[in-house]
Structures are given as structure tokens and as C-alpha cells.
């Protein structure tokens, strides 16, 4: 089983960047595809990134495509999330999950229903 510790939320204006962080602990984080959602006030939980455990396979919703970059490192057992040109409607809680089935090195999930641990969140506010 893998524990996930999310880090890195804050608050920050309209055009900035944030950096989050989920440090895992437990032998299976390497073999994990990673995700990372978000939940805004009276919304669903929805998908944001995945990596898989091999790190060769990413995949992104189409509302932070091309401003969000997910990565990961095994042998630092984190998985990062890069926020560029952060809006208003990016602030949410942000998530991190792991997925610990056994899956092909280039698998991820944009399922919450695939993950079976989770972080607990990281509040992200963006002013405008």
C-alpha cells in the first residue's frame, strides 16, 4: 500500500505557476500509475493528469492541456504536477491517487474509480 502526502497549494494570481508535490511512501509506488484530480467548491471531483509507473505515458484534461505538466521520479517516490498560467477556475483542492492493480508500463486511469489511495488535497486559489 502506498501513503501519499500532498504539498505545494497556495495561493497565487491569475498568469502564475505552482508546483505540487505527492511523496509516497511503500514499495509500490514505482509500479503505480499516478494521478492527480481536483475538486472546486459544489463540484465533482474531475480528472486532471496521469503518468504512468513508467513515467512514458501522460495524459491530460483537455482544460489544462498544454499549461499543466505531470511527472514523476521513482526513485524519490514523488510525482510532481507543474501549473502554468494558472486561472480562476483552476482553484480547486488537489488530489493526488494511486493506482496499485497491475498494468502495462504505458496505462493511466482518468477514472477516479481506479485509484485506491488518495492524498489529503492540497488547496490551490487562484485570484484574478
Known amino acids: 500500500q502506498v501513503q501519499l502526502v500532498e504539498s505545494g497549494g497556495g495561493l497565487v494570481q491569475a498568469g502564475g505557476s505552482l508546483r505540487l508535490s505527492c511523496a509516497a511512501s511503500g514499495r509500490t509506488f514505482s509500479r503505480s500509475p499516478m494521478g492527480w484530480f481536483r475538486q472546486a467548491p459544489g463540484k465533482e471531483r474531475e480528472f486532471v493528469a496521469v503518468i504512468s509507473w513508467s513515467g512514458g505515458y501522460t495524459y491530460y484534461a483537455d482544460s489544462v492541456k498544454g499549461r499543466f505538466t505531470i511527472s514523476r521520479d521513482n526513485a524519490k517516490n514523488t510525482v510532481w504536477l507543474q501549473m502554468n498560467s494558472l486561472k480562476p477556475e483552476d482553484t480547486a483542492v488537489y488530489y493526488c491517487?494511486?493506482?496499485?492493480?497491475?498494468?502495462?508500463?504505458?496505462?493511466?486511469?482518468?477514472?477516479?474509480?481506479?485509484?485506491?489511495?488518495w492524498g489529503q488535497g492540497t488547496q490551490v486559489t487562484v485570484s484574478s
Open positions: 491517487a494511486a493506482d496499485y492493480r497491475v498494468h502495462d508500463p504505458g496505462y493511466g486511469s482518468r477514472s477516479s474509480n481506479e485509484y485506491d489511495d
